[in-house]
């Protein structure tokens, strides 16, 4: 039900005549306008139109690509396992250098180690994708010739576009997990299993990492969709045929049906991805009522 | 008596601003991010000025010089040329104008659309608070640069349609902040007191409450700048923001891009200044959110 208002929303977000859009630069003659109109329903009130365009979506009626006359659905479905491998790989990566460095940082707050690691997570989050990307291609792909430079095909193709989009993502992590670690730490159990002389190693991983695991997920979660965004562009540099540079290929072929389709369900994704966090909560952590979990 | 307590109230807010800055010059990190962003904010200025007062005319960036192309660093260029023999450094100087303007309109739309909302949602309350309150949340999970690429798309490529789209993209993030404040702020005593003595609901939002949720919307602000950045910076190296030949970073590491293996400096040093820039800003924007935490501030002036 939340999911059905939210794709309406969505659909009056779209803006644009869809008899402008067909027609391009110029404008149809009146009487075909009509005729358009009608047929497509353009003449109804409003609020019928996007009941019947919802109706349409639900049933999986996503039009078809104006250039090749695929069904819209079905290319962005394809597209879509090339941008989730991408996806899980970067997440993969960001998650697994910002929970690090954040437990580096937070298990000696203020020392040498945790002001270098805070600077880095600003800088983190401050790269322009594009330009990152560009320049991993330049040292691994052009003067040490490891790498691929683009395109899909196993493993090696997959290494820049993660590295480019994990490296992006990492400092929002890292900066969020340290504050929930610290916070976490100076709770008195944390005190007393240091006291009972348990190896900070065991209390760094069962005693804070335990419990500041919520606003990790979250922001996890929450990255996810800055994630897809960073995705079009890092698609767009590695020639990566994700749903990313799908959507920008037919913004230049004005290939509306397309773009619309990509753009509605990559926030679909997002949404459904926020959602299985809100979920995940109450697994990860027992102390969340579900009343509680607000969308 | 009246002029003195003004003085009292002046030195007050002098005497704090000094701490604030005081504590801004802290260190070396934020006093060089403060220098780029005023270094930049100048280069945009000066160069604005040089332009409209024809010192220096377009062809200083924009003149093509072929026989110059694509050179690597040296003394007459510190940075090196482009594909059409323009130095480098110029071109970077003179983008930050478009950095800077991209900034300050598309920011002011967001903070103007968002807080405008998000003031009344949060005022007014009940079904209007129930109704914008669900519009913002569902404009906030759809990734705002989608929603930016889906405005350009319809308005059509160009320096507007970016400023346009990051600023409504932007938007709900300040509905959302403002509205939570607001909810808060209302029900606070003063709010009462201003009821209380006949202001209007319009004196009791901008002059009592809006200063008293000026500071977060202002960290917000610094953040939402970088990403404005970004974003240009990004929409223009996909051809869909600014138009050659005026020179913004974006742009011209898309153009740099073809000739990448034979002039990477073309491409790394634009690149360089969009990080720096947005570093900076973020830096300084983390200070300025501690500074401006209450509980920050209490931990400060207990040490």
């Known amino acids: ?295 | 008596m009246k002029s003195w307590t003004y003085l009292k109230g002046l030195a007050r807010i002098a005497y704090t601003n000094m701490r604030f800055l005081k504590a801004l010059s802290g260190d070396v990190t934020t006093l060089i991010a403060l220098s780029i962003v005023l270094g930049t904010f100048f280069a945009a200025f000066i160069t604005t000025v040089l332009l409209y007062t024809e010192v220096v005319s377009e062809s200083l960036y924009a003149g093509i010089s072929l026989a110059n192309r694509l050179q690597p660093p040296s003394l007459k260029h510190p940075l090196g040329t482009d594909h059409l023999g323009r130095d480098l450094l110029v071109r970077i100087i003179f983008g930050a104008r478009i950095a800077i303007l991209v900034i300050l309109t598309s920011v002011t739309i967001a903070v103007v659309l968002g807080t405008t909302i998000g003031l009344l949602a949060g005022y007014i309350g009940g079904y209007v608070d129930l109704i914008v309150s669900r519009i913002v949340d569902a404009l906030m999970s759809f990734p705002a640069v989608l929603l930016a690429l889906a405005i350009v798309t319809v308005l059509g490529p160009g320096l507007e349609s970016v400023i346009i789209a990051i600023g409504i993209a932007e938007a709900p993030i300040f509905a959302r902040l403002s509205r939570g404040l607001v909810a808060v702020e209302k029900e606070n005593l003063y709010v009462e007191a201003a009821k209380a003595i006949g202001a209007s609901h319009i004196r009791i939002l901008v002059k009592h409450i809006l200063p008293n949720i000026a500071g977060p919307l202002l960290v917000q602000a610094t953040f939402t700048s970088s990403s404005a950045i970004l974003w240009e910076a990004a929409l223009s190296f996909l051809g869909l923001g600014v138009q050659p030949p005026t020179p913004s970073w974006g742009l011209m590491m898309a153009e740099a891009r073809a000739y990448m293996r034979v002039a990477p400096h073309a491409i790394v040093f634009p690149g360089l200044a969009i990080f720096l820039l947005v570093f900076s800003i973020n830096t300084l924007g983390e200070k300025l959110r501690d500074l401006l935490d209450p509980r920050y501030r209490a931990l400060m002036s207990k040490s």
């Open chain 1, 1 to 295: 039900m939340i999911m059905l208002f939210v794709v309406f929303i969505l659909v009056k977000a779209l803006p644009g005549d869809p008899i402008t859009v067909m027609y391009g630069e110029f404008d149809p003659p009146p009487e075909v306008r009509k005729a358009l109109e009608e047929r497509l329903g353009l003449d109804r009130p409003l609020l019928v139109q996007y009941m019947l365009y919802v109706m349409r979506i639900l049933q999986g009626d996503w039009g078809k690509s104006v250039g090749t006359g695929e069904e819209v659905l079905r290319l962005v479905l394809r597209r879509f396992q090339a941008t989730l491998e991408l996806a899980v790989a970067s997440v993969a990566i960001a998650t697994f250098i910002g929970l690090s460095l954040a437990l580096i940082s937070a298990w000696r707050p203020n020392s040498l180690a945790d002001k270098i690691i805070r600077i880095a997570s600003v800088a983190s989050y401050s790269i322009p994708v594009f330009w990152w990307g560009l320049m991993l291609i330049l040292i691994f792909a052009v003067y040490l010739q490891l790498l691929p430079p683009g395109e899909r095909g196993g493993l090696k193709h997959l290494i820049l576009p993660a590295v480019t989009l994990g490296v992006v993502s990492f400092g929002m992590i890292a900066r969020v997990s340290r504050a929930s670690m610290l916070e976490v730490m100076t709770h008195d159990y944390v005190v007393a299993a240091r006291a009972r002389g348990l190896n900070e190693v065991k209390v760094l991983l069962s005693y804070v990492m335990r419990n500041a695991i919520v606003p990790i997920v979250t922001i996890i979660g929450l990255r996810f969709g800055v994630l897809m965004s960073g995705a079009v562009i890092t698609e767009t540099v590695f020639k990566y045929p994700g749903i990313g540079s799908m959507i920008y290929d037919s913004i230049l072929a004005r290939d509306y049906p397309v773009v619309f389709g990509g753009i509605l369900f990559v926030g679909i994704v997002v949404m459904t991805v926020n959602l299985l966090v809100d979920i995940l909560y109450y697994f990860v952590d027992p102390r969340v009522k579900l009343e509680k979990t607000r969308v």
